[in-house]
């Protein structure tokens, strides 16, 4: 099943008032259907075989959604991973990325602004070029109650991926090297590239 960070992923995503898609890379949909469940409109299952590194799946699946916003955990399940997939998908899809996330809004001129959490209580705000990577810190609001109904309701798709080398492979155009940007009330406007209304979680 998806992992708490994950879920609330979706939370901050629902408060963007926008579809939410929820995109896994891996053997079984059903491993995490359960975000259908707590607040995601859509499923997007990548197959895989067991044990394959999903980097090259996630980044290729992404490039053809091209959302602007895309949020994500701080870390997978089982603490296995390094937490480094927020800054691999950033930096191969041409990306911000901001880790820590708490809450996010909308800003002006094609940007998001972003809540970050530093530690013992403080916070500052961020505003971000789009597209962006945001993974979310586990002080984020809890998920949303599981309810039945929506994840009857819930659409599951599914396309077939590819295996690649892992998390530092080459798949996909390179792009230029994350970024955290300070937040200011006049934000300079910055061009969206490859701007779409569905952010899914990953």
Same mark, same amino acid.
């Given at each position: 099943?998806?992992?708490?960070?994950?879920?609330?992923?979706?939370? !901050?995503?629902?408060?963007?008032?926008?579809?939410? +898609?929820?995109?896994?890379?891996?053997?079984?949909?059903?491993?995490?259907?359960?975000?259908?469940?707590?607040?995601?409109?859509? !499923?997007?299952?990548? +197959?895989?075989?067991?044990?394959?590194?999903?980097?090259?799946?996630?980044?290729?699946?992404?490039?053809?959604?091209?959302?602007?916003? =895309?949020?994500?955990?701080?870390? &997978?399940?089982?603490?296995?991973? #390094?937490?480094?997939?927020?800054?691999?998908?950033?930096?191969?899809?041409?990306?911000?990325?901001?880790?820590?996330?708490?809450? =996010?809004?909308?800003?002006?001129?094609?940007?998001?602004?972003?809540?970050?959490?530093?530690?013992?209580?403080?916070?500052?705000?961020?505003? !971000?070029?789009?597209? #962006?990577?945001?993974? @979310?810190?586990?002080?984020?609001?809890?998920?949303?109650?599981?309810?039945?109904?929506?994840?009857?309701?819930?659409?599951?798709?599914?396309?077939?991926?590819?295996?690649?080398?892992?998390? +530092?492979?080459?798949?996909?155009?390179?792009?230029?090297?994350?970024?955290?940007?300070?937040?200011?009330?006049?934000?300079? @406007? =910055?061009?969206?590239? &490859?701007?779409?209304?569905?952010?899914?979680?990953?």
């Amino acid at each position: 099943m998806p992992v708490r960070g994950e879920l609330q992923a979706i939370g !901050l995503a629902r408060g963007l008032d926008e579809t939410v +898609t929820a995109l896994h890379a891996g053997p079984r949909a059903e491993a995490v259907a359960e975000a259908l469940g707590h607040g995601a409109d859509r !499923l997007v299952h990548v +197959t895989l075989p067991e044990g394959a590194d999903p980097a090259d799946a996630l980044v290729s699946a992404l490039a053809d959604m091209r959302p602007d916003v =895309i949020l994500t955990g701080m870390r &997978g399940d089982g603490g296995e991973d #390094a937490g480094l997939l927020p800054y691999v998908l950033a930096r191969r899809l041409g990306a911000s990325v901001v880790t820590g996330a708490v809450a =996010i809004a909308r800003g002006p001129d094609g940007t998001l602004v972003v809540e970050q959490a530093l530690g013992r209580g403080v916070r500052r705000r961020l505003t !971000l070029r789009l597209p #962006a990577v945001v993974a @979310v810190s586990p002080a984020a609001p809890p998920p949303s109650a599981y309810a039945h109904g929506a994840r009857r309701r819930g659409v599951i798709d599914t396309i077939e991926g590819v295996a690649g080398d892992g998390i +530092t492979g080459t798949a996909g155009a390179p792009g230029p090297s994350p970024e955290e940007r300070p937040y200011r009330k006049r934000p300079k @406007v =910055i061009a969206r590239a &490859g701007a779409a209304p569905r952010p899914p979680t990953g």
